[in-house]
């Protein structure tokens, strides 16, 4: 019963480097999300995935992009880090809109 | 505009000393408030969701309370080890589909 797993935990980027963080659950659920949380700033939403094959954008979008190809995964890329981008970024899963999400144990990405 | 606020921002008690932390929100239209228990390095943890004014749901030393303005989460007798942020959650439309907007949470500090 591993829930919500995120690889990597930690990632140090030189600016303007890619990278593509994995999240992957196991609880069958059809909504994923990704979160960054910064200090003094809570919990943003970045993108989020109503199902398998579907993306939108949530409140941060700009300078990532996400995929959807199978239900259990939902990827988060950077094309070109910026150091604005350093921050911990939280995937989340949830069986509906209205149900509480299932939160991985985050990825602290530093970029330099 | 959706906001969600906490006070205070940190809070220490003694341990069995009872207290509430506060989230007060403006959103159209409330579909759910949820809270969730985030300690450090870690995700946040689901602990309760109210749909309605009046509503009320309890797990061991926490309490949760829902009126149309405000939720309250009242910590009673608390030990160590409830010491964590707390974050309280608001759905919202964003772009319309329904998204969790976060507080900026409490961080409580249970003293032995």
Redesign the interface.
């Known amino acids: 019963n591993a829930g919500?797993t995120q690889t990597p935990k930690f990632r140090v980027l030189k600016t303007g480097q890619s990278m593509t963080l994995l999240c992957a659950q196991d609880m069958n659920h059809e909504y994923m999300y990704w979160y960054r949380q910064d200090p003094?700033?809570?919990?943003?939403?970045i993108h989020?995935s109503?199902g398998e094959g579907t993306t939108?954008?949530?409140?941060v979008p700009d300078g990532y992009n996400v995929s959807r190809l199978k239900k259990q995964n939902f990827l988060l890329g950077l094309e070109s880090a910026a150091p604005s981008q350093t921050s911990v970024y939280?995937c989340?899963s949830s069986y509906s809109?209205?149900?509480?999400?299932?939160?991985?144990?985050?990825t602290r990405l530093t970029v330099v | 505009e959706d906001q969600v606020t906490q006070s205070p921002e940190a809070l220490r008690l003694q341990e069995g000393e009872s207290s509430s932390l506060n989230c007060s929100y403006t959103v159209s239209g409330l579909r759910g408030l949820f809270w969730y228990r985030q300690d450090p390095g870690k995700g946040p943890e689901f602990l309760f969701t109210l749909y309605s004014a009046g509503e009320e749901k309890e797990k061991e030393r926490l309490k949760a309370t829902l009126t149309k303005k405000e939720s309250f989460l009242h910590i009673t007798a608390p030990k160590p080890e409830d010491s964590a942020t707390y974050l309280c959650a608001v759905q919202a439309e964003i772009q319309g589909a329904q998204k969790l907007v976060f507080g900026q949470g409490t961080r409580l500090t249970i003293n032995p």
Do not use: D, I, P
């Not at chain 1, 003094?40 to 939403?45: A, V």
């Not at chain 1, 939108?56 to 409140?59: I, L, M, T, V, Y």
């Not at chain 1, 809109?97 to 985050?106: K, L, Q, R, V």
């Open positions: 919500v003094g700033m809570g919990l943003r939403l989020y109503v939108a954008k949530g409140e939280f989340a809109n209205f149900y509480g999400y299932t939160f991985g144990s985050g």
